[in-house]
């Protein structure tokens, strides 16, 4: 008897590409993030259409205990002294936890809970983040390369940026040339 052998998708390791039959891919631009970056007038001299951040995703099957794979790829930047960073977000189901694997690049993993407690994670590649539930994340790419991390969410999860509209508690920025994380009051 022959069983059949299906080939499944593949990450490159080097870069989080996937080779796949089929993929999703979303570009984030600098204009889509608005009030994300504290420095209102450096935000607006970035031409709107400038790449931030790529998400490429698997197709899966969804509902009920499936899972959502996809690698986000964010370029090394800074918005005045602020560092490139994705949007950030909770889950609208907020038990739902995440794993991100770090790829390429080096970054920072920002998590907050509930209470607004922001902690963060070095982003290399090998790194493995538990991101648990009710609690929101946003990578950072301190580096100079591109930062690319895969995820694996459950396609329940959905995303809140709503909750997070007055920002994170901390914000990362290249200050006298080092990198420095900073507590805000209102995002
Ligand atoms: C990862 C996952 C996705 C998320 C993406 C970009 O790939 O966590 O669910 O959409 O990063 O992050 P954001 O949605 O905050 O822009
Ligand atoms: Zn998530």
């Not at 499936?66 to 950030?88: A, C, Q």
């Not at 929101?136 to 999860?157: D, F, Y």
Request: with cysteine; charged share 15%.
């Amino acid at each position: 008897m022959n069983i059949p052998v299906s080939l499944p998708p593949s990450v490159a390791f080097l870069n989080g590409h996937f080779t796949a039959e089929d993929m999703i891919a979303k570009i984030t631009h600098c204009g889509d993030l608005v009030a994300v970056f504290h420095d209102q007038t450096a935000w607006q001299s970035i031409p709107p259409e400038t790449p931030i951040y790529q998400v490429e995703m698997l197709k899966s099957p969804q509902g009920e205990g499936e899972l959502f794979v996809g690698t986000t790829h964010l370029n090394p930047g800074r918005v005045g002294d602020e560092f490139y960073m994705t949007r950030g977000h909770f889950h609208q189901r907020r038990e739902q936890g995440e794993v991100y694997l770090g790829l390429r690049g080096s970054g920072l993993l920002l998590l907050q809970n509930e209470q607004g407690e922001a902690r963060l994670e070095q982003v290399s590649p090998g790194s493995v983040h538990i991101i648990p539930g009710f609690t929101a994340h946003r990578l950072i790419n301190t580096g100079t390369e591109v930062l690319s991390a895969l995820a694996v969410w459950p396609t329940i999860a959905g995303h809140d940026y709503a909750a997070l509209a007055q920002g994170f508690a901390l914000r990362v920025v290249l200050q006298d040339g080092n990198i420095q994380a900073k507590e805000v009051q209102n995002g």
